[in-house]
């Protein structure tokens, strides 16, 4: 787990938390049921306050991520990794796309150079 946070990035500090988390679900380096690290140790580790951490950690279990056991921390409680109005808007951008004759490669393009 080697999560880095841009500090001077207009994202969020708990939104790029949270996303590392979810990268790291999808691509599998945290499994259901695994523990994420103490708050507080990764507030240290991240140079961000607690409360950041917490956030975002409370964003993740509002989405179906991570759960809370009390004395236990957060695991994650699911493999879930796109949020669903994520999931929504990406498919009506593929219909949209197809309707206007966007072939895969040329949206997965149009993507590449907006991200």
Do not use: K
């Amino acid at each position: 787990m080697r999560w880095v946070i841009d500090h001077s990035s207009r994202e969020l500090l708990q939104h790029q938390i949270a996303s590392c988390v979810r990268q790291d679900v999808a691509s599998g380096e945290l499994t259901v049921g695994e523990q994420l690290p103490p708050a507080v140790e990764l507030a240290e580790a991240l140079s961000v306050d607690r409360n950041t951490v917490l956030a975002a950690y409370r964003q993740l279990r509002d989405e179906g991520l991570l759960e809370f056991r009390r004395g236990r921390g957060a695991r994650v409680a699911s493999a879930v990794t796109e949020p669903a109005p994520v999931t929504e808007a990406a498919r009506a951008l593929v219909a949209v796309a197809r309707r206007h004759g966007l072939g895969r490669s040329e949206l997965i393009r149009l993507i590449e150079e907006l991200t």
